[in-house]
């Protein structure tokens, strides 16, 4: 039995699992491996030999560590390199420093001198995207057919790769981001829109790569891990059109007064010689979570790691889950854990500030009050939640009671989606820092056995 105050250790433990099991530099040496002038990519045989270059071209949160990763299994073979993250989750630029004054050994690392690193906005596109996005769109447009590029894509490509379609200028698109975002638009809506006001998004980067051979490693953010949008598929056919992505916007009551240019599809000659591999999601995260749980000796379960929907509606469901283990041992008897995965959205209604995963978890702690033995995590993999310095935050039944405790109001937080300072004065966010990795987000419930 695990004493009631230990529940937080525990979740602590299945957090740092989870991350762990989805380490990009990881993820990516579990796929690529080079035995002399022989690169291989999940079982795919390449012969570095017959390639004059090989261009790397990273977009993402993950894109340092997995370029690092990269560049560690070529090494003289790369040529050259540009890797576009958001603000903070850079670190080349110090291995390039050791490397530069020979302070590092590493004689592997030797090929990051050739990899240019741009640090650009994210949720909403700044002129670094831009910059990032002009940079990969240069160099994948010198590749030719004796050429290897090589595409590391991962969550938050989409907004660091930005480069407007011709007619639009990045104001445009920074107003329709923020709007969707505050519209509580899917990720697979938001990215509809995306690709058609790109030159570089839904497969309009392997246009420009072509003809060279390309390899797509990808680390998804994305339920269910659809290749084509992630980061809004760069080299990936897109299926879908202009008309969708118009009507997302109907749909939310989101004017425009611009025209989307259309995006290549399957069969477009650009995908010719293209192979893609994903190499780590939420999945692997979730069941790594699940392996470490039942080590700490919780009956664990794995529900899904599709959630979607709005976070307070997703909070009911595991809240509701949280008492019938209490109450009745259903679905399974305490101590449990249930592990869930996915992604939520918040649709904005106030002017506080938070994230979906604190969101999820105040409207949780509501919906828990006054119940003992239970504990609710909900964070982002990416260890940013939302514009804030915190990836979630974890509730037990006595955070409510806390909170009056220090006169703070929980339901009125939640109705302006102000959680981030709600849960700062409980020190109860989770603050992990960028992590390095991106995949989605996870929620535990742990419900303990016994009486407190």
Request: charged share 20%.
């Amino acid at each position: 039995m695990m004493p009631a105050q230990d529940l937080r250790v525990a979740a602590n433990e299945l957090q740092r699992a989870a991350l762990a099991a989805v380490d990009p530099e990881a993820a990516v040496h579990r796929h690529v491996h080079r035995e002399g002038n022989a690169l291989f990519v999940a079982n795919r045989r390449y012969d570095l030999r017959d390639h004059r270059h090989v261009f790397v071209l990273g977009g993402g949160k993950a894109a340092v560590p997995m370029t690092t990763a990269i560049a560690e299994v070529l090494g003289e073979y790369l040529t050259q390199g540009v890797a576009v993250t958001k603000y903070g989750h850079g670190e080349i630029a110090n291995y390039k420093s050791q490397i530069t004054n020979h302070k590092s050994p590493a004689s592997n690392l030797q090929s990051l001198i050739h990899i240019e690193l741009i640090e650009a906005g994210h949720p909403v596109p700044d002129e670094n995207s831009v910059r990032g996005a002009q940079a990969l769109a240069d160099l994948a447009g010198q590749a030719t057919a004796h050429d290897l590029v090589i595409c590391l894509i991962s969550g938050g490509g989409s907004a660091l790769l930005t480069l407007p379609a011709p007619g639009l200028h990045l104001a445009d698109l920074q107003a329709l981001t923020s709007a969707l975002l505050r519209s509580g638009a899917t990720i697979n809506e938001l990215n509809t829109v995306r690709k058609h006001w790109s030159r570089i998004k839904g497969g309009q980067l392997a246009r420009l790569a072509a003809p060279a051979t390309l390899v797509t490693l990808v680390l998804s953010d994305v339920v269910g891990d659809p290749l084509e949008v992630i980061a809004s598929g760069p080299t990936v056919p897109d299926p879908t059109t202009v008309a969708d992505a118009r009507a997302v916007l109907e749909r939310y009551g989101i004017p425009h007064d611009f025209e989307f240019q259309e995006t290549p599809k399957p069969g477009d000659p650009a995908f010719e010689r293209v192979q893609y591999a994903i190499v780590g999601s939420n999945r692997q995260a979730a069941l790594a979570a699940v392996k470490q749980a039942r080590h700490l000796g919780f009956n664990t379960l794995l529900l899904s790691t599709y959630v979607e929907g709005e976070a307070r509606e997703v909070a009911k469901v595991a809240a509701a889950l949280a008492k019938g283990v209490r109450a009745h041992g259903d679905p399974l008897p305490p101590p449990a854990c249930l592990v869930w995965g996915g992604e939520t959205t918040v649709t904005i209604r106030g002017a506080g500030k938070g994230g979906r995963n604190q969101e999820l978890a105040l409207a949780a702690a509501l919906q828990l009050s006054g119940w003992s033995g239970v504990l609710v995590m909900a964070l982002a993999t990416d260890g940013t939640d939302g514009p804030t310095d915190a990836a979630g935050a974890v509730i037990t039944g006595d955070t409510v009671a806390r909170a009056h405790a220090l006169g703070l109001d929980p339901l009125a937080a939640l109705a302006a989606n102000d959680s981030y300072p709600f849960f700062d004065a409980l020190a109860d966010l989770i603050r992990t820092g960028p992590t390095g990795t991106n995949v989605n987000d996870l929620l535990f419930v742990l419900v303990n056995e016994g009486q407190d």
